[in-house]
């Protein structure tokens, strides 16, 4: 029986909590733990009396003791969430995690089934929507240095583009989710015979922004929030137009290289993912009722382009939202928008709004802290990343679902073991 493998590649405290250091080479295999450090500190309160000065000293101590506990708590958790891998949902798994206390990191399965080579943790993947957020830091930008308007038009940016009868969308509804612009269907459907029709096929642009636009508006622009790709691809051309260069090259100039990202990259019609990476695999039920996984790893992304083509590594991540939350990629004024989420109703549901512009707000508990995000997922790949407005706490994580395009994400899943390891578990 094939030995599961789970590298932890770091956990480490800050100076108010003893640090933990966890590897484990199989997962029957005992953990090791490093000799914890420890900063000690003279006190100067000679003025206090001695009890006083030895109860403080004991209460001190009492509070690095639970922290820490605490941090092993958090620590242990997080690697029990992605224990056991391949199993039948999953051949891999990629997390990061940080607080003022502990930056963890790890993986577990194999990065390839065929050759059973054990993921690392550094492997690149593809980050499917997540790439909105990437998109929209480069619009937003474009915003700040005017040559994008908020409040202009599509039809005054890109004459033609859309039907003569649909009404004006303008650049922050595109967005924030609001346009009411139709999506097409360019892709198969999970499951089905045509699952993966278009696999390598190259998509134009704008025919892939027009694939819908057979059909009405969905709703009067900036009256519901609709979450889907349209907006992004249009923004891609916006971005194409006001600039005169690629999406791709502002994208790498704008926010890959001003963010430090040593192995994100748009892959264009590329169906490669270069480098180390991760396999993507989908599972398909044989004649027999067996199941077979299909390697998924190779595919034209063109089909999302600006909305969802982005490959990256969850360390490129953590730099990427750090940065981004900091306010060093999208200026301050800018930033906000991303953070402010439209008072409209959801389409169809008529749920409140969730979404900014490229990132999503996350409260899992009422009255608990609020956390924002994205997820992402192309088939073979489930993605996401959450963190406090102030940038403090982040969880970021790359799973090769087997069933990436219709898991359902409960409390049990895999996904959401993670979420509950670094953020906590959804209020019933």
Known sequence: ??????????????????????????????????????????????????GKAAGKAADEAAEKTEAAEKTAEKAAALRKAIDGLPDGVATAAQVRYKDKDLRWSGASGEADVRTHTPAKGDERFRAGSITKTFTAAVALQLVHEGKLDLDGTVQHYLPGLLPAHYPDVKVGQLLNYTS????????????????????????????????????????????????????YNVL????????????????RDRVINRAGLKDTYSPGTSFRIKGRHTHGYEALKNADG?????????????????????????????????????GRIVPQQELKLMFTVPQVPQYESGKPAVYGSGLARVQLTKGGPVYWGKTGSRYGYLNGFAATQDGKQSLIYSVNSTDAKGENITPDSRVGRIIAAGVGTPAA
Do not use: C
């Open 236 to 251: 891609g051309l916006l971005i194409e137009k006001v600039t005169g260069r690629t999406y791709e090259q502002e994208l």
């Open 1 to 50: 029986m094939r030995r599961n493998r789970i590298a932890v590649l770091a956990a480490t405290a800050t100076a108010t909590a003893t640090a933990t250091v966890m590897a484990l080479g199989a997962v029957a295999a005992p953990a090791i733990a490093t000799p914890s450090s420890h900063t000690s500190r003279t006190s100067h309160a000679s003025v206090q009396p001695a």
């Open 290 to 326: 067996t199941t077979r996984l299909v390697d998924t790893t190779e595919w034209d992304q063109s089909e999302t382009w600006a909305s969802g083509d982005l490959i990256t590594t969850t360390a490129d991540l953590d730099r990427f939202v750090s940065a981004l939350f900091a």
């Open 180 to 231: 009411g612009l139709p999506g097409g269907d360019t892709r198969g459907t999970p499951k089905t015979p045509d699952w993966d029709k278009g696999r390598y096929t190259t998509w134009d642009h704008r025919a892939l922004v027009r694939a819908g636009f057979g059909k009405p508006m969905e709703f009067t622009p900036g009256t519901q929030q609709h979450y889907s790709n349209i907006g």
